[in-house]
């Protein structure tokens, strides 16, 4: 049976049109779902009680199970079992400009990159559209508070599961679902480029964020698998394609590792990758695992790193730190409840 939370709003009016029912309906049982929460069909009391029998027979409206909740200042991290006894999770993050979750868009990764701990533990299965929205709707319930900011950087590579990626954000930006505003959603890539050239004729105005972590195809290679398909010499063209067809500013995102990626001539060369770009680079230190050998670099490094970007006139952050002590690295806490 298909969970009701998978459908968007065109989905649901094809729905009732399809069982001989009233369009408008759709937007009725949205706003059961998205804004009064009912638990139970049973609760939508403007809708007939045949009409609700008929839906609860052809969907469910059933929740993912959260089994761990981690807490830390301005963070909580949330681990979920889906209905076939797997695990994703998510991270809440409270900002200034809001509140900020960061969703998973599949079981495990394919993608392989060598400091990511999702990637560690391979693909099991793409996520479903409902998967991905329960995540909101349940952080929403036990945190008591509205999600102003979603991006899909979690456990998974997005464009691997985009066609469910793409009617997720659908639905989140629906004034009668989550409404949640376009430029308010971001989608991270590590590169797929057949699917970032599609992306660029999204209708809606979501973000785009590139995990690049390196500035030169030798050391790409080395950390991320995915650049022996898609190489600079490949994506970087793709991405201003992009630019070209959407007037978007891009995000790249960028990792630390000490003695990888770190030197002064990665970040000269970095800045000379990106030069007549609109975009912005985000700069993150690396959170650590111990499953992992690799270390984060030292805030002095980072800070020189981050002054010659600065000096090559570019738009540049270092990210804020969430969770050092709640296992918050991306696949941290999936594996340590799979590795029990």
């Given at each position: ?6 459908l ?23 706003d059961?779902l998205y804004i009064k929460?009912i ?6 009391s403007n809708?007939?009680k ?16 959260i ?10 991290k949330y681990?979920?079992?889906l209905?076939d006894g ?5 991270v809440?993050m ?15 990764c ?5 400091f990511?701990?999702?990637?560690r533990?391979?693909k099991?299965r ?14 929403e ?6 999600i102003s900011?979603v991006v899909?950087?979690g456990?998974?590579e ?13 639905i989140?930006n ?6 949640i505003?376009?430029?308010?959603l ?8 057949p699917?970032?050239?599609e992306f660029?004729?999204f209708?809606l105005?979501?973000n785009?964020?590139i ?7 030798e050391?790409?290679?080395k950390?991320?698998?995915?650049n022996?398909?898609?190489?600079l ?5 793709a ?5 070209q067809?959407t007037n ?9 590792l ?9 970040a000269k060369?970095?800045?000379e990758?990106v030069?007549?770009?609109n975009?912005?680079?985000n700069?993150i ?10 270390k984060r670099t ?6 020189r790193f981050?002054d ?9 952050t ?17 594996s ?5």
């Amino acid at each position: 049976m298909k969970n009701i939370y998978g459908l968007t709003l065109s989905d649901m009016e094809e729905y009732f049109v399809s069982i001989g029912s009233k369009k408008f309906h759709a937007k009725q049982l949205f706003d059961w779902l998205y804004i009064k929460r009912i638990s139970e069909f049973s609760e939508a009391s403007n809708l007939s009680k045949d009409l609700l029998n008929k839906v609860s027979e052809d969907f469910s409206c059933s929740k993912l199970k959260i089994v761990d909740i981690q807490k830390d200042e301005d963070v909580r991290k949330y681990l979920f079992e889906l209905e076939d006894g797997e695990h994703i999770e998510a991270v809440l993050m409270l900002h200034d400009f809001g509140n900020s979750v960061c969703v998973s868009s599949q079981v495990g990764c394919n993608m392989g990159c060598k400091f990511c701990e999702s990637g560690r533990r391979k693909k099991v299965r793409n996520l479903e559209v409902y998967e991905m929205v329960l995540q909101i709707l349940m952080i929403e319930e036990e945190f008591g508070n509205r999600i102003s900011h979603v991006v899909v950087m979690g456990i998974g590579e997005p464009f691997d599961n985009y066609d469910n990626v793409m009617k997720f954000f659908t639905i989140l930006n629906d004034p009668f679902g989550l409404a949640i505003g376009a430029r308010h959603l971001t989608v991270s890539t590590c590169g797929v480029v057949p699917k970032i050239k599609e992306f660029a004729k999204f209708p809606l105005q979501v973000n785009l964020a590139i995990s690049l972590h390196a500035p030169n195809n030798e050391i790409r290679d080395k950390i991320m698998p995915i650049n022996h398909a898609y190489p600079l010499e490949v994506l970087m063209p793709a991405l201003k394609e992009y630019y070209q067809k959407t007037n978007r500013r891009l995000t790249f995102e960028y990792v630390l590792l000490e003695g990888v990626n770190d030197s002064e001539e990665c970040a000269k060369q970095l800045a000379e990758l990106v030069k007549g770009m609109n975009c912005y680079i985000n700069l993150i230190p690396y959170n650590e695992t111990h499953n992992i050998e690799f270390k984060r670099t030292k805030i002095v490094q980072i800070m020189r790193f981050y002054d010659i970007l600065k000096k090559n006139k570019l738009t540049v952050t270092i990210r804020k730190e969430f969770g050092g002590k709640i296992s918050a690295a991306c696949g941290q806490l999936r594996s340590k409840k799979e590795e029990l």
